[in-house]
């Protein structure tokens, strides 16, 4: 069973994935030792939720280190991409990371991906923030 903060969460990143017609978005939160923990997701196996990845590793950890958005059409092709294990994340063919920021402080990643390879336009990146 869900914790009542995680239920919030996998309510709005389900909301955020039907609102931006994704197949998958998902919602990483900075740790205080500099991991990424993956706390919701709506298209990913439910399985990885507590997963934590070094800032260091993949995409998604590139988006948290450099604090910049990061839009790639087939992921697995990119020398950052780091694939999670049992996440079912191989069918998706595109990626878009957008740093969670507050007074110049990040406190996660929000992520979407798609099925079908495209790149994510500035005014769709823009409507996440």
């Not at 919701?40 to 995409?59: F, K, P, Y």
């Not at 694939?83 to 957008?98: A, D, F, P, R």
């Amino acid at each position: 069973m869900l914790k009542p903060a995680s239920a919030s969460l996998a309510v709005i990143v389900e909301g955020l994935s039907q609102e931006l017609s994704v197949d998958v978005c998902s919602l990483y939160m900075a740790t205080p030792d500099s991991y990424l923990e993956l706390v919701a997701t709506c298209g990913l196996s439910q399985s990885v939720i507590g997963t934590r990845m070094s800032m260091n590793q993949g995409l998604t950890g590139k988006v948290a280190r450099t604090r910049h958005s990061v839009s790639v059409k087939n992921p697995d092709t990119h020398p950052d991409y780091y694939h999670l294990s049992s996440s079912g994340e191989e069918k998706y063919n595109s990626y878009l990371g957008i740093p969670l920021m507050r007074d110049n402080h990040l406190f996660g990643v929000l992520v979407v991906q798609t099925v079908r390879p495209k790149m994510f336009f500035m005014s769709e990146i823009k409507s996440l923030y």
